[in-house]
T-cell receptor, first 114, second 108 residues
Framework: KAGVTQTPRYLIKTRGQQVTLSCSPISGHRSVSWYQQTPGQGLQFLFEYFSETQRNKGNFPGRFSGRQFSNSRSEMNVSTLELGDSALYLC?????????????FGPGTRLTVL | AQRVTQPEKLLSVFKGAPVELKCNYSYSGSPELFWYVQYSRQRLQLLLRHISRESIKGFTADLNKGETSFHLKKPFAQEEDSAMYYCALMDSNYQLIWGAGTKLIIKP
C-alpha cells in the first residue's frame, strides 16, 4: 500500500499570506488528522476529518481550517500567516476516527513564515 | 488536566545496556497509552500501545495506574534504537495528547 503523502514538502511564505497544505491518506482510510510540530510546543493536534466531516478540533485559532474531499484527501488552510505558524505540519490517516486504529503519518510539510 | 510528561529530553546509553524511557500521564479516566518512534529521516510511526501488550523490537511498556506511568523499556539497547521517542495518551475524543519526546542515543 502506498503511504500517506503530503504536498508540498517545503513552503516559504511571508506574514499575512495564506497557505494550503494537502494530505492524501492511505487507500481505504477515511480519517485524516492534522498536527503541528514545533520545537517549543511539540506535537499538537489541530483537527480531524472523517468521511468529509470535522470530528474534532484542537485549541487553535480560526485562522486554521481544513476540509476533506469525497476521496478522503484533506487540505489544511492557514490564513493571515504569523511568524509563529512556522512549523512542521503532519497529517495522519487511519481507518476509524481518531486514534482507536493505528494512525499512519505522512512525511510532513515544513512551513517557514518570514 | 490531561497531560503527558516525558522528563528526559535526551537519554544516552551504551550499546548492550538497558534502556528506560520515562512517561508519566495525568488523566481522569481509564487511560490508553502509546509509544511512537521517529528514526532519522523517517516518518513518525507507532511502536506499541498498551492494550495490545506486544513487544516490538524488544521494547515493552507496562501501564502502572498507581504511579500514572507508562515507561518504555528494553533490556539490551542496540545502535538502531537511536531515535526520537514520543509517549501519547488518547483522550475522550480519541485524539492524541503528546509528550515532548525523548531523544535516545545509543553509543557504540
Amino acid at each position: 500500500k502506498a503511504g500517506v503523502t503530503q504536498t508540498p514538502r517545503y513552503l516559504i511564505k511571508t506574514r499575512g499570506q495564506q497557505v494550503t497544505l494537502s494530505c492524501s491518506p492511505i487507500s481505504g482510510h477515511r480519517s485524516v488528522s492534522w498536527y503541528q510540530q514545533t520545537p517549543g510546543q511539540g506535537l499538537q493536534f489541530l483537527f480531524e476529518y472523517f468521511s468529509e466531516t470535522q470530528r474534532n478540533k484542537g485549541n487553535f485559532p480560526g485562522r486554521f481550517s481544513g476540509r476533506q474531499f469525497s476521496n478522503s484527501r484533506s487540505e489544511m488552510n492557514v490564513s493571515t500567516l504569523e511568524l509563529g505558524d512556522s512549523a512542521l505540519y503532519l497529517c495522519a490517516s487511519s481507518f476509524s476516527s481518531g486514534a482507536r486504529d493505528t494512525q499512519y503519518f505522512g512525511p510532513g510539510t515544513r512551513l517557514t513564515v518570514l | 488536566a490531561q497531560r503527558v510528561t516525558q522528563p528526559e529530553k535526551l537519554l544516552s546509553v551504551f550499546k548492550g545496556a538497558p534502556v528506560e524511557l520515562k512517561c508519566n500521564y495525568s488523566y481522569s479516566g481509564s487511560p490508553e497509552l502509546f509509544w511512537y518512534v521517529q528514526y532519522s529521516r523517517q516518518r513518525l510511526q507507532l511502536l506499541l500501545r498498551h492494550i495490545s501488550r506486544e513487544s516490538i523490537k524488544g521494547f515493552t511498556a507496562d501501564l502502572n495506574k498507581g504511579e500514572t506511568s507508562f515507561h518504555l523499556k528494553k533490556p539490551f539497547a542496540q545502535e538502531e534504537d537511536s531515535a526520537m521517542y514520543y509517549c501519547a495518551l488518547m483522550d475522550s475524543n480519541y485524539q492524541l495528547i503528546w509528550g515532548a519526546g525523548t531523544k535516545l542515543i545509543i553509543k557504540p
